[in-house]
Structure formats: C-alpha cells, structure tokens
C-alpha cells in the first residue's frame, strides 16, 4: 500500500529541529514580561527568521531588519499566541512573512542585478556548490510570491502544510501544489543552468 | 550520480544552507532594547488600574444586590 504523508513534496528531508513544548513555556512566560524568557526566544530563532526574511526580501541585507521587527511585534502580541493553534515557530514566521512582503511591496524590485546574470560554471558540466547556490537564489527571487512563501515556510523552514496553509490563507491542497510548482521551477533553473552553462 | 539525483543534492544542499543565517553580533540585545524602548511605560500601571476598576464595579454589584435583598 502507497505511504500517504502530508509532508511537501520532493525527497524527504530531515525538518529541523525545534522544541515546540520549551517554546510555547517560554512564550507564556515571556507574555507575562519575562524578557529573559522573550530573550531565550529570540536566541533559539534568530538565525531561522533571519533566513525566512532574507529568502522572502528581494534585498538580503534587509533581513535582519525586518526579523528584528517581527521579533519586537511578537513581543508586543504575545498573549495573542496560542500554542493549541501551531507552533510558536509558526506564528512567528508568519509575523515574519508578512512584515518581509510589507517591506517588499513598499520598494522597486531591483537587488537581483547585484548577482550576475547568469552562474559561471567552474569548469566541466557540474556546477560548483556556490554557482548553483547563486542560481537558485535568482530562481527563488523569479518566483510569484506565493509559491516562493509557501516553498520557503514549508520546505526550507518545515512548517507542516497545515500551519504554512493557515499562514497564507488558503487550503492544505493549495499549499502542496504552490510548494510542488516552486520546486520544479528551482530544479528547472538548476538543470539550465548545467546544460547552458 | 544520476543527473536528477545530483539537481535534488544540489537542491536540497542550497535548501539546508538557507534554513539559517548568521546574526550579527548584539543582534538578540538589540531585539530586547528595541522592544523595551516600545513598551509604553504606562502599560502596567492600566493593567493594574483596569484590574482594580473591575474589582470595585464587581464588589459594589454585589453590594447592591445585597442591599435590595
């Protein structure tokens, strides 16, 4: 019999790990003005919202601030978080996500012509590790916003598809095919890339 | 390697090294400071306020309750 999960498509891959039980004590704490607690926070997920903001930004050097105003936010609507509803990891990508699609919508897209047009293959018909990094970046900073936000929460960050669907708004159904379209484009990008080098 | 399975390496390589990135020193105390400096200093002093004022409608209803008992 076929194995029916709810986890994204494409190859399965280890989700990072988080502790959802710590956060949501922590959170609890942190809305009662524990700012040790906010802070414990702050450190456990500075590095993945800082990413989730950088992959979402058309600009990466306004990632960290944009998580630095998503974690203030969060600071603010604290007793707002319920952790019966997902995780604290969740709602707070979702503060993320829509203060980085704030950001974007108010400037110019412009900062993808500080990357070269096209990745410069080292040699032979493989792609070195950073060309086809750089590559990808292009590709992902090409896509519609929803396919980049529902591939960029679902698969780089590993929110299951309901909260990513919860996020954005829409059925679970609608998620898996966004995240599916994204992945073949970036995997479409990455094949150019190696056979046009 | 067969090439679709190099693309998924490469993939979920790229996908690994964007799950996280490197704050910049002070990053979590520029958070705290930021966050400190936004919270109206009054905020409490309501909580406490609209505590109390609760308080005292709840115990004069009960009062006249009482009273018309």
Same mark, same amino acid.
């Given at each position: 019999m076929a194995e029916v999960t709810a986890t994204p498509p494409g190859r399965p891959r280890a989700a990072p790990l988080r502790d959802d039980a710590g956060d949501a004590r922590l959170a609890q704490c942190a809305a009662q003005g524990d700012a040790e607690a906010f802070r414990a926070l702050v450190v456990r997920h500075? !590095?993945?919202?800082?990413?989730?903001?950088?992959?979402?930004?058309?600009? /990466?050097?306004?990632?960290?601030?944009? *998580?630095?105003? *998503?974690?203030?936010?969060?600071?603010?609507?604290?007793?707002?978080?319920?952790?019966?509803?997902?995780?604290?990891?969740?709602?707070?990508?979702?503060?993320?996500?829509?203060?980085?699609?704030?950001?974007?919508?108010?400037?110019?897209?412009?900062?993808?012509?500080?990357?070269?047009?096209?990745?410069?293959? &080292?040699?032979?018909?493989?792609? !070195?590790?950073?060309? &086809?990094?750089?590559?990808?970046?292009?590709?992902?900073?090409?896509?519609?916003?929803?396919?980049?936000?529902?591939?960029?929460?679902?698969?780089?960050?590993?929110?299951?598809? &309901?909260?990513?669907?919860?996020?954005?708004?829409?059925?679970?159904?609608?998620?898996? !095919?966004? /995240?599916?379209?994204?992945?073949?484009?970036?995997? &479409?990008?990455?094949?150019?890339?190696?056979?046009?080098? | 390697m067969k090439p679709d399975d190099r693309t998924d390496a490469a993939l979920d390589d790229w996908i690994g090294a964007r799950r996280a990135a490197a704050p910049s020193a002070g990053f979590a105390d520029r958070v705290i400071s930021t966050a400190d400096a936004r919270t109206p200093r009054w905020l409490p002093f309501a909580a406490v306020a609209a505590a109390v004022a609760v308080a005292a409608l709840r115990t004069a209803a009960a009062l006249a309750v009482f009273v018309a008992r």
């Amino acid at each position: 019999m076929a194995e029916v999960t709810a986890t994204p498509p494409g190859r399965p891959r280890a989700a990072p790990l988080r502790d959802d039980a710590g956060d949501a004590r922590l959170a609890q704490c942190a809305a009662q003005g524990d700012a040790e607690a906010f802070r414990a926070l702050v450190v456990r997920h500075q !590095s993945a919202v800082i990413a989730l903001a950088r992959t979402l930004l058309p600009c /990466a050097a306004d990632g960290e601030d944009v *998580a630095q105003d *998503a974690f203030v936010a969060a600071w603010r609507k604290l007793r707002t978080f319920d952790p019966s509803r997902g995780s604290f990891f969740g709602w707070l990508a979702a503060i993320a996500r829509n203060r980085a699609f704030d950001v974007r919508s108010r400037r110019a897209p412009a900062p993808v012509a500080n990357v070269p047009d096209r990745a410069a293959p &080292a040699g032979g018909d493989a792609l !070195s590790e950073e060309d &086809a990094h750089r590559a990808l970046d292009r590709a992902l900073a090409a896509l519609p916003d929803e396919q980049r936000a529902a591939f960029v929460l679902a698969e780089v960050h590993g929110l299951p598809l &309901a909260e990513v669907a919860a996020i954005e708004g829409v059925p679970v159904g609608t998620v898996k !095919s966004r /995240a599916a379209r994204a992945r073949e484009k970036l995997r &479409a990008a990455l094949t150019r890339e190696e056979i046009e080098p | 390697m067969k090439p679709d399975d190099r693309t998924d390496a490469a993939l979920d390589d790229w996908i690994g090294a964007r799950r996280a990135a490197a704050p910049s020193a002070g990053f979590a105390d520029r958070v705290i400071s930021t966050a400190d400096a936004r919270t109206p200093r009054w905020l409490p002093f309501a909580a406490v306020a609209a505590a109390v004022a609760v308080a005292a409608l709840r115990t004069a209803a009960a009062l006249a309750v009482f009273v018309a008992r």
